[in-house]
């Protein structure tokens, strides 16, 4: 029964990875402060104080300073999935970082998982040993971990960086798709290693 334990893993990941793939991983929004903006605007347009005029400038200004706005005003968001990052990155002239991330953070994981489910489902003996060794090396190459701990840290970084401007504040909050990926990561890595140990104990 044990033997299966690792196969049902797998097979959870693949589940969890597709939606890691196509819902929304990250949402980034840059938001503007009314007040703060009415305020850059008074001081860009205000016009210079002069000698003939200068009671009006002082009563316009004061004026002006009582005004208050509350709120805020989205000036960008952006929901990317996965694939819909792969995808931009390319159409903007990245092809090389798009296919990369989709080859080490994706394809390589995937051939991975398959070559295990073929070597435990169907293969035995030397065949066997064959595919798991083939699997063990492609996880060498993956890098769906490193790639899911590049989104934290961007995470942690525009969060962090949120109230570094007054006038635009960015927020960024995890969708789905990360949950997911997440998910399937853990998984993958939980399943090879039961294989691992099971594999040294025949």
């Not at 797998?10 to 589940?15: N, Y």
């Not at 080490?104 to 040993?129: D, H, V």
Request: net charge neutral; aromatic share 10%; with cysteine.
């Amino acid at each position: 029964m044990k033997k299966y334990i690792p196969i049902f893993l797998f097979i959870l990941s693949i589940a969890c990875l597709i939606p890691g793939i196509i819902q929304p991983f990250m949402t980034i929004t840059a938001e503007i402060s009314k007040q703060e903006l009415f305020d850059t605007a008074t001081k860009e347009f205000l016009p210079p104080s002069q000698q003939g005029n200068h009671f009006m400038h002082s009563m316009l200004q004061s004026v002006l300073q009582e005004v208050n706005f509350e709120g805020s005003i989205t000036a960008f968001e952006s929901t990317r999935s996965l694939l819909e990052t792969m995808n931009e990155l390319i159409a903007h002239k990245h092809v090389a970082v798009g296919l990369l991330i989709g080859f080490f953070g994706i394809i390589i994981p995937g051939i991975k998982i398959i070559l295990t489910l073929i070597a435990l489902l169907s293969a035995s003996g030397q065949t066997r040993s064959d595919l798991l060794k083939i699997s063990s090396l492609l996880s060498k190459w993956s890098m769906s971990d490193v790639f899911l701990m590049a989104i934290l840290v961007a995470f942690f970084t525009v969060n962090a960086n949120a109230q570094a401007i007054n006038t635009i504040q960015m927020q960024a909050a995890l969708g789905p798709g990360f949950y997911y990926f997440a998910t399937y990561c853990l998984l993958a890595v939980a399943a090879g290693q039961l294989i691992q140990f099971q594999y040294k104990q025949e």
